[in-house]
């Protein structure tokens, strides 16, 4: 998968690839789906969501321009497979999942398999995890009509947002940069399709 899909189609970040040879992405994906876990695309995590395709995770991650000394935000954290690999990339993950289920099976894996930088809890992803901010990346793993200024506003000066900007029809893949007064850089990284980014009821 690391060859055909990712390094062939242009991610070129060594610790990222080498972060995806040490998470087994068949660890995150139900039995019966386990023999198409390291082809390239999306799957059913059930909740009516799913894990992201690897090569879209990789186009995400490898924006984010993480050091090892790194403190990361993870929105959405489903299956736990995108909190799995920024462990590997960075110091300090920070995880957040609305839907109760999936973050239990997700804290589960994270336990089984040592990923122990990892801290996971429920919440409303629009809302972010302040306590622990200013962050050097966040990233979003769910699509918002605009950009989450709340996240935005936890990011450190020349921190990363990357998130799907659009709606059902159509999104693109946008890092926003933090540059202190002079507002947001956008960047624009392609089109993608995502699961809505849902706020939760207050």
Not at 23 to 49: C, M, T, W
Not at 52 to 79: I, K, N
Not at 117 to 130: H, R
């Amino acid at each position: 998968m690391i060859e055909r899909e990712l390094i062939s189609r242009g991610v070129t970040d060594m610790r990222l690839l080498q972060a995806f040879a040490e998470v087994p992405r068949h660890e995150f994906i139900d039995s019966p789906l386990k023999y198409q876990a390291y082809q390239n695309q999306a799957l059913p995590i059930g909740q009516r969501q799913t894990i992201s395709q690897p090569y879209t995770v990789a186009v995400m991650l490898q924006s984010l321009y993480l050091r090892p000394g790194a403190r990361v935000l993870d929105v959405g954290t489903g299956c736990g497979y995108q909190a799995a690999l920024l462990s590997r990339l960075c110091q300090s993950v920070y995880t957040i999942e609305r839907i109760p289920a999936l973050l239990r099976q997700a804290k589960r894996r994270f336990v089984r398999l040592d990923y122990n930088n990892v801290l996971a809890k429920l919440g409303d992803g629009w809302e972010g995890w302040p306590e622990y901010a200013p962050y050097d990346g966040i990233v979003v793993a769910a699509f918002s009509s605009r950009l989450p200024e709340k996240l935005y506003g936890q990011l450190k000066e020349g921190g990363r947002l990357v998130v799907p900007i659009g709606d059902t029809h159509r999104q693109e893949l946008a890092v926003f940069v933090h540059q202190g007064a002079q507002g947001p850089q956008q960047i624009s990284l392609g089109q993608c399709a995502f699961v809505p980014f849902v706020e939760t009821p207050a």
